[in-house]
């Protein structure tokens, strides 16, 4: 099935067809007729997917086929577009800029970190659509500097990690001033109580649309656990990347701190690195990513939140230094990779004492993720593990640690441990 069949205008086939995009994403599929037949949209699509375009093309679509009415006054916003992170702002704008070149129509992006001044330059020159970060939105709508009250189309992306970041009050201060007639559409990687109860007050009798099974990963990606001491973590991924002649890979650590410590130590071994999290500032952010995209900087070493809705063409290594506590947050990790179609590898480092972590990704997934040592890193299983695990005695998961990892990938030998 092309795109023809799913009731675009022939200027966004081109459109896509200029990005090379030869057939609807699954969620693009289900999702652009029922938004084009003016249906609110509730979607479970992690990034990677085509969510993007799955909203883009058929609200760009609404807008072309009903003109702003012709007035001196400054265009009101019509489409809200709602993102967690300044990052995937920016992707969700290059992506309604690409796809509505040729409409005519205006949009502004809007986000925290850049001038606020500039923001309010653009906005004065009327915007068709707003791409935002809540927090920024609000400033700007507090200054006066940005209309919502005629908002026709409103999409929240990435909801459930909005909730995560806290924004439920900015959330409800914007919905507040919105139109309470319009049409909504809501894009979620998961899906809790949290957000159906956000849903409910938001939605008018939603199209479900659920392109994976619920809460799984991109089969795309192959995921690999290596069993390996915490303090020797750096030292295998440093050969593992270096080994293996890896270009571009993201590693995710769970704190601000540790992504700097590790972006030096990596560097020091020879391996171009940056890091990026919520201390640097956003101009530093940019061109690290840039820096990545284009090749130059090997690793980009990010926080969750940091590297939230990245999209980088291609990307084929994702690396958990350390397991998440949230098992939705591996889930998003590893859909970094793998998208659209392409390949990816997931490695996860996994010291013993993650173990419960571990066991709380695969209930999460329904599927056991099989750990394996790599040779000359195996772990050292006599030692005391510092915390407990929560679920099961020390004892039984020791035991447990050790017949995953025996009955698995023989390439662990005690005898030919390094140290
Ligand atoms: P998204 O899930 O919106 O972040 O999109 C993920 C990636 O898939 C982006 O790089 C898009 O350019 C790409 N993409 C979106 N739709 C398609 C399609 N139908 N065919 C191929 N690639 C696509």
């Given at each position: 099935m092309g795109f023809a069949s799913l009731g675009l205008d022939q200027m966004l086939l081109d459109a896509v067809a200029a990005q090379g995009y030869e057939t609807p994403t699954p969620i693009q599929a289900a999702a652009i007729p029922a938004i084009l037949e003016r249906q609110d949209v509730m979607a479970g699509a992690q990034t990677g997917t085509g969510k993007t375009a799955a909203f883009t093309l058929p609200i760009l679509q609404h807008l072309m086929a009903a003109?702003?009415?012709?007035?001196?006054?400054k265009t009101p916003v019509r489409a809200l577009i709602l993102t967690p992170t300044r990052e995937l702002a920016q992707q969700v704008y290059a992506s309604v800029q690409a796809y509505g070149k040729g409409s005519g129509l205006r949009s502004v992006l809007v986000y925290g970190g850049a001038s606020t001044n500039a923001q309010i330059e653009q906005l004065k020159g009327g915007a068709d659509i707003v791409v935002a970060t809540p927090g920024r939105l609000i400033d700007l709508m507090y200054k006066r500097a940005v209309d919502l009250r005629q908002v026709e189309y409103m999409v929240f992306d990435e909801a459930d990690r909005m909730l995560d970041m806290g924004f439920m009050d900015e959330l409800q201060r914007i919905l507040k001033v919105l139109p309470a007639e319009r049409q909504t559409l809501l894009f979620s990687a998961t899906f809790d109580d949290e957000i159906f109860k956000l849903s409910k007050t938001l939605l008018n009798s939603p199209k479900l649309i659920e392109v994976d099974a619920r809460n799984t990963a991109a089969i795309q990606v192959e995921q690999r656990v290596y069993a390996v001491d915490a303090e020797r973590k750096r030292e295998l991924i440093s050969y593992l990347i270096g080994s293996q002649n890896w270009q571009q890979v993201l590693i995710f650590t769970r704190t601000k701190l540790g992504a700097d410590a590790l972006a030096k130590e990596l560097n020091k071994d020879g391996l171009k690195t940056e890091a990026i999290h919520g201390d640097k500032t956003q101009g530093a952010r940019d061109r690290a990513l840039e820096s990545f995209r284009e090749g130059e900087t090997r690793v980009l070493v990010a926080t969750d939140l940091a590297a939230r809705g990245l999209d980088i063409q291609q990307l084929k290594y994702v690396v958990n230094f350390e397991l998440p506590f949230k098992a939705e947050d591996y889930i998003h990790r590893i859909g970094r990779t793998g998208r659209a179609g392409g390949s990816g590898l997931a490695i996860t480092l996994m010291s013993e004492e993650e173990n419960y972590l571990l066991e709380a990704v695969e209930e999460k997934l329904e599927t056991r993720l099989p750990q394996q040592w790599m040779q000359g890193f195996e772990p050292d299983l006599t030692r005391e593990v510092k915390k407990p695990p929560r679920r099961s005695s020390r004892g039984a998961q020791k035991k447990r640690a050790r017949d995953r990892a025996l009955g698995k990938s023989g390439s662990g030998k005690k005898a030919n441990r390094r140290r």
């Open positions: 003109p702003k009415a012709q007035s001196d006054e």
